[in-house]
């Protein structure tokens, strides 16, 4: 059974810092582009952050370049998101999810990842 379990979500004073953790079992993830994304109530969801299978290269949506970080340890199946001065616009739902191809072209529409995690909420008080 293949499963991506988020965790690390919670509530936070704006400028405060969360670290994400996405943890795969069931299978290895290590050949795919790993990303995260966010959901806002009322809000579709937005690419967040991606990074290639090796770490080799991310790509951050503008609205968190600067304050966030990603990244991936294959041995522990895990990647994480490192979210610095947060605001309260980043509250959202954030998931993690692993693209359907293993491509080394780091791509941002929800449609091409096809596993996902249940995601974790994380809320920034102003």
């Known amino acids: 059974h293949v499963q991506l379990v988020e965790s690390g979500g919670g509530l936070v004073q704006s400028g405060g810092s969360l670290r994400l953790s996405c943890v795969a079992s069931?299978?290895?993830?290590?050949?795919?582009?790993m990303g995260w994304f966010r959901q806002a109530p009322g809000k579709e969801r937005e690419f967040v952050a991606a990074i290639t299978w090796n770490g080799g290269s991310t790509s951050y949506a503008d609205s968190v370049k600067g304050r966030f970080a990603i990244s991936r340890d294959n041995a522990k199946n895990t990647v994480y998101l490192q979210m610095n001065t947060l605001k309260p616009e980043d509250t959202a739902v954030y998931y993690c999810a692993a693209d359907s191809l293993a491509t080394a072209m780091i791509r941002t529409s929800p449609g091409v990842y096809n596993y996902w995690g249940q995601g974790t909420q994380v809320t920034v008080s102003s």
């Open positions: 069931g299978r290895t993830f290590n050949n795919k582009v």
